[in-house]
């Protein structure tokens, strides 16, 4: 069985501060993307990392896929109570007949304004 | 309507009710997936359709019945719960089977 552990499941800061989240697993992944869930809504595509080692910036936030793509971090720069939410990593493998995704245990982000 | 909508948002369910979930996508996407969120647990897959046949089955009990009458439209039928199927299920689709998933808000079920 598959599985990504988050770190760290909650997180509470100041706004302005840096912080980072980590997903981690002993699979392999073809491609892992990272989602952020506000309450009351469903999750929403940030990101897709697809080759080892890839780096990718929006805004402030960085994500990076780990060099053997089991694993993936996304740090963000100068938080602001907007980037509130839980952050969802999600592995991909593609097996034609078995296509899955499988997601994450979570990151609670809470920025204090 | 945009997106992916359900409904309802909430219901509050007996143990012996018969309810549905409503999933509806305004995307044109050929893939929809039903997801349960519990707290403390991921995000878990429960059902896809893939062009209206379903593709993947995780094991989910049989109280949980879905039904997909056309690609834009997916319903999650339920009947006999227990109390720990109280989740949040969230609807989502995409163009193709795991492509790029969007999200409806979900339905906050709770079963008393």
């Known amino acids: 069985t598959q599985l990504l552990e988050q770190s760290p499941q909650f997180l509470s800061i100041q706004e302005g501060e840096n912080l980072t989240v980590y997903c981690n697993s002993s699979?392999?992944?073809?491609?892992l993307q990272w989602y952020r869930q506000e309450p009351g809504e469903g999750p929403v595509l940030l990101v897709t990392?697809?080759?080892?080692?890839e780096v990718k910036k929006l805004k402030r936030l960085t994500f990076q896929f780990g060099d053997a793509r089991k694993d993936s971090s996304l740090h963000i720069t100068a938080a602001q109570p907007g980037d509130t939410g839980l952050y969802l990593c999600?592995?991909?493998?593609?097996?034609?007949?078995?296509?899955?995704?499988?997601f994450g245990t979570g990151t609670l982000l809470a920025v204090q304004p | 309507e945009t997106g992916v909508t359900q409904t309802p948002r909430h219901l509050v369910m007996g143990m012996t009710n018969k309810k549905s979930l409503k999933c509806e996508q305004h995307?044109?996407?050929?893939?929809m997936y039903w997801y349960k969120q519990s707290a403390k647990k991921p995000l878990e897959l429960m059902f896809v359709?893939?062009?209206?046949?379903?593709?993947e089955n995780n094991s989910v009990p049989s109280r949980f019945s879905p039904e997909c009458p056309n690609s834009s439209h997916l319903f999650l039928h339920l009947h006999t719960l227990q109390p720990e199927d109280s989740a949040l299920y969230l609807c989502?689709?995409?163009?193709?089977?795991?492509?790029?998933?969007?999200f409806g808000p979900g339905t906050r079920l709770t079963v008393l």
């Open positions: 989502a689709s995409s163009q193709r089977w795991f492509d790029e998933q969007f």
């Open positions: 699979s392999v992944f073809s491609s």
């Open positions: 990392v697809v080759t080892g080692g």
């Open positions: 999600a592995g991909m493998n593609y097996g034609g007949a078995t296509n899955k995704l499988i």
């Open positions: 995307l044109g996407h050929n893939a």
């Open positions: 359709y893939s062009l209206e046949e379903r593709v």
